[in-house]
């Protein structure tokens, strides 16, 4: 956590974005993840208190990797209720774990070997079976069964944007835009970015109590500028099909992202 007073005034932050959802502008990309894995722990700590369990999905890609790796080391994590956490992943690539760009596998080194996490509550998508996606929509279903109707619904979905404007792995133009029955999902195609993908559907990810999407760097500047101004959809920018239909959502931007022209 920064020990920068909290009450210190920060002069130099762009204007918040006018983005759909609620926008958390921090000063840098270290207090963008630091507000988001505060949230993370907020909401986790509801949950239990409310449902016994917390229901958290996390994406791969750069960005969140150092929150995973200070949500283990950090003393201001400590009151993360892991165990009573269950651990689905956003997307995966399809190749095995141990393959460097399976999501599951960095999160599993960053967070899933060291949290306090019950094995049976880790839920991997098999991205290198040929019905993984089935295979997920079971164990979502099944698992979410538990709790009352209603509240059968995953509590927490952290979010990355790519260049391009995909999440999860939703990309521009691919045929998983447009699966509107099911809660997971093979994308493939000329469109997905190799390798193949397995991923969380809109309808899956809509249905969440809270979306946080974490967005930092310049690099992400253009695009947050066509999302805002543009006109285009969400089959040419799919993080613009993100809206929670009973949730909340929230960006979560350092001033690199925010500031424009870039
Ligand atoms: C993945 C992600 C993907 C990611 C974006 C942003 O597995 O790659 O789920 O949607 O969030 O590509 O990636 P960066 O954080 O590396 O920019």
């Known amino acids: 956590m920064s020990d920068r007073d909290p009450y210190e005034i920060i002069d130099d932050l762009p204007e918040v974005p006018r983005l759909p959802g609620h926008v958390v502008l921090s000063e840098d990309a270290d207090r963008a993840l630091d507000a988001i894995g505060m949230d993370i722990v907020h909401h986790a700590k509801a949950c239990v208190r409310a449902f016994g369990d917390f229901h958290l999905a996390l994406s791969g890609g750069s960005t969140p990797m150092p929150l ?45 070997d060291h949290a306090d996490i019950p094995p049976s509550q880790l839920h991997p998508i098999r991205a290198d079976e040929h019905d993984a996606d089935a295979l997920y929509e079971a164990e979502l279903r099944e698992v979410l069964a538990w709790r009352e109707k209603g509240h059968d619904r995953l509590d927490f979905v952290l979010l990355g944007m790519g260049d391009d404007g995909h999440t999860a792995s939703l990309f521009p133009h691919s045929p998983a835009l447009h699966v509107m029955d099911r809660l997971a999902c093979f994308n493939r195609g000329s469109t997905v970015t190799p390798p193949d993908r397995v991923t969380m559907t809109y309808n899956l990810i809509n249905g969440a109590r809270f979306v946080g999407a974490l967005v930092v760097g310049k690099k992400k500047a253009p695009m947050l500028h066509r999302i805002i101004n543009g006109t285009e959809s969400a089959v040419e920018i799919p993080i613009k099909g993100i809206a929670p239909v009973g949730g909340e959502f929230r960006w979560y931007l350092d001033a690199d992202a925010a500031r424009w022209p870039v």
């Open 68 to 112: 995973y790796e200070r949500m283990m080391i950090d003393p201001a994590y400590r009151e993360m209720p892991w165990r009573r956490t269950h651990l689905w992943i956003v997307d995966e690539r399809c190749v095995p774990f141990d393959h460097e760009k399976s999501n599951f596998g960095q999160i599993r080194e960053m967070l899933g």
